[in-house]
């Protein structure tokens, strides 16, 4: 009860006594870009590293943080991937494989994302223990589809493909991909460094799970410019970009965009850590979308960036000027791009506009 109240005054526009924090948590929400090694809790990685004798100098999460998260690092876009290195020695047992992908959707759950396309390296989770991309898939599937039913976030599947891979594990993990389909898996994303190691080398992997039916999503136009989106959307089919903010730097790129009505999943609190812009204020996100671009707004790696979505629309709301509208328009454009067939699709995006109370506009 506010003190207005409690000394028995009327209490006067009492929506202003409700946070920004608190109405924007309370926004149901759509992540389409939140990759499953990135989004690890502190807690967990210390238990499992405790029970399975990984040795470290210290159990205390306190210590565990600065390998896992960006803390006060230089921005950076290797020192960023590097985090991902140290998380692979966590993948010790089906259990703790099962857990982290459980808890993922768990902490999605809690900051009302309702619905979550969870992506992962299956290479990532295998290769320390030697298990099997096939049956690392499975827990996965298996584990998210028991913490859905549990915490009401519809979620689905992207498996990942890293950039440095060769094309017999490329094509490898597509045909994973595909093999797991009933399973909740919905597409194919490519990830890494994008500096040095081209798109279209993996072009023919890409067009052929395309053609069968999965998504594409290409990490792109993050650390490399807007001819890499280009090569994305052109070569590999991409419907939609991770990152994808240096399109802007050519106009030529920002109309195929919207010509192949390509959707851009922005991850501001990621952008700022890989040096892509210096401050959030240089942010392009305001320029993308009054170039109307169909943009979302995602968090990529919650447990490395030490965010939640939440977080993400509250620093694009006060650093970068984006308004509630806005950010309600990003919701429905990424229920409308989400990986499923357009009937879901469209009944998602029509949940959502009258979720948001945005019918009719
Ligand atoms: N893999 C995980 N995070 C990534 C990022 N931000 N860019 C490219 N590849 C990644
Ligand atoms: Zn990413």
Known sequence: MGNAAMHGEK?????????????????????????????????????????????LPSYDIEYLRPFVTVTDDE????????????????????????????????DAAADNVKYLELRFNPVAL????????????????????????????RTNLILQIGRDEDLDTASYIADVALAHRSEGVVGLDLAGDEARYPARCFAAVFQRVRQEGLGVTVHAGEVGGAENVREAVELLGAQRIGHGVRAIENSEVVQ????????????????????????????????????????????????????????????????????LEQIKRTIVTAAESSFQPPDERRRLAEWFRKELGLEGR
């Open 11 to 55: 209490e006067e526009r009492p929506e202003l006594s409700i946070s920004l924090r608190a109405q924007l948590h309370a926004l149901s929400k759509v992540d389409l870009h939140r990759h499953l090694e990135g989004s690890l809790r502190l807690q967990t990685l210390a238990e499992i590293a405790q029970e399975h004798g990984i040795d």
């Open 75 to 106: 921005p950076d876009f290797h020192r960023f991937l590097q985090k991902f290195q140290l998380l692979r020695r966590f993948y010790t047992t089906q259990a703790a494989i099962e857990r982290v992908a459980y808890e993922a959707v768990a």
């Open 126 to 153: 295998a290769r320390a223990q030697g298990f099997s991309l096939d049956e690392v898939t499975t827990w996965v599937c298996a584990a998210v589809a028991r913490a859905q039913r549990d915490f009401g976030v």
């Open 256 to 323: 195929l965009l919207r010509d192949c009505g390509v959707t851009l999943e922005v991850c501001p609190t990621s952008n700022l850590q890989t040096g892509v812009v210096r401050r959030f204020w240089q942010h392009p996100l305001p320029d993308m979308l009054a170039l109307n671009l169909r943009v979302t707004i995602n968090t990529d790696d919650p447990s490395i960036s030490d965010t939640t979505l939440t977080d993400e629309y509250l620093t694009v709301t006060l650093a970068m000027g984006v308004t």
